[in-house]
């Protein structure tokens, strides 16, 4: 059981390991959404308001939402209809999600677009594959998760301008990419996400995933714990965008693949049959 000196320590160790890193303050109006939210009775009038009063946030958020993901019949015009047709929870993470982009807007060394629109497939394969899930996680989270599991990624491109380097070595070797940074500059992006994650008030499985996206143990012993699955949806995600964009699979993949499907409750076909069906809704 932790103690609070360490969990105290812990957190000092964060805070020494995000040092000198851009971390984006929580955005004012995703604030003052939470504020709408926690008040007896929700308007909608109210958050559809507060939401379009940031014109390029509203726009983001209508071009998310009429992507085939979400299977509209029709196009959907403004934020008050897309509030009454989604759900406030459902706006919510993908206002979330767009704010996460537009705080990032200092010069880096890698492209912010590429990294944004795989972030995003990423994100939108977790809300396709959420009738894997069923009750066991907040399927509203499953969107964010895959949004921000990265997210610690544009503050090393601002911070380092040599961390180009370090990605493409990560991507043509065998070797993590949280322990190349570790080792070149003695933290990871797992743990900035997760700095950021938690200072903009994500829930703390969420938070937890991001922390620990690249432990390859994670799914060692099978608890059947919420952090678990979600886990489970991001690898499986993950490695469907990553092969289709990068023609490879994750680092991870080999060693928790068959723990992914288990989890999950398919097999290595079903999750072929997804693969074919989540490209299918990106490339149209």
């Given amino acids: ?98 704010l996460l982009r537009q705080s990032y807007v200092q010069k880096s060394c890698i492209s912010m677009e590429r990294f944004w629109d795989t972030a995003g497939d ?59 940074e570790n080792r070149k500059y003695h933290s990871n992006h797992a743990i900035v996400g997760y700095y950021l994650a938690n200072a903009w008030g994500l829930p703390k499985e969420v938070c937890h995933v991001i922390l620990n996206h690249h432990d390859v143990h994670f799914l060692d012993k099978i608890t059947g714990s919420a952090d678990q699955y979600y886990y489970a949806a991001l690898k499986l995600s993950e490695n469907i965008i990553n092969k289709n964009r990068r023609f490879q699979e994750i680092t991870e993949w080999s060693v928790c693949k068959f723990r992914v499907y288990d989890l999950l409750g398919i097999t290595e076909s079903d999750a072929l049959d997804l693969e074919e069906d989540i490209m299918d809704h990106l490339t149209h």
């Fill in 122 to 180: 990423i994100a939108n394969s977790m809300n396709f594959i959420s009738h894997l899930l069923k009750e066991r996680v907040v399927i509203d989270n499953l969107y964010t998760l895959g949004l921000f599991c990265d997210c610690g990624i544009p503050a090393f491109a601002i911070r380092y301008p040599d961390y180009r380097e370090v990605l493409i070595e990560a991507n043509s070797g065998d070797e993590l990419l949280v322990d190349l």
């Fill in 1 to 98: 059981m932790a103690t609070a000196e360490m969990i105290t320590a812990e957190e000092n160790a964060l805070a020494i390991a995000t040092k000198g890193f851009v971390i984006p303050a929580k955005p004012e109006i995703l604030i003052n959404l939470e504020n709408l939210l926690a008040g007896d009775e929700v308007n909608v009038a109210d958050v559809a308001k507060l939401i379009s009063s940031d014109v390029g946030l509203s726009s983001l958020i209508l071009k998310t939402i009429n992507s085939p993901f979400y299977g509209m019949s029709a196009s959907i015009g403004d934020i008050r209809q897309a509030v009454m047709l989604l759900g406030i929870q459902v706006i919510k993470a993908v206002m979330t999600g767009a």
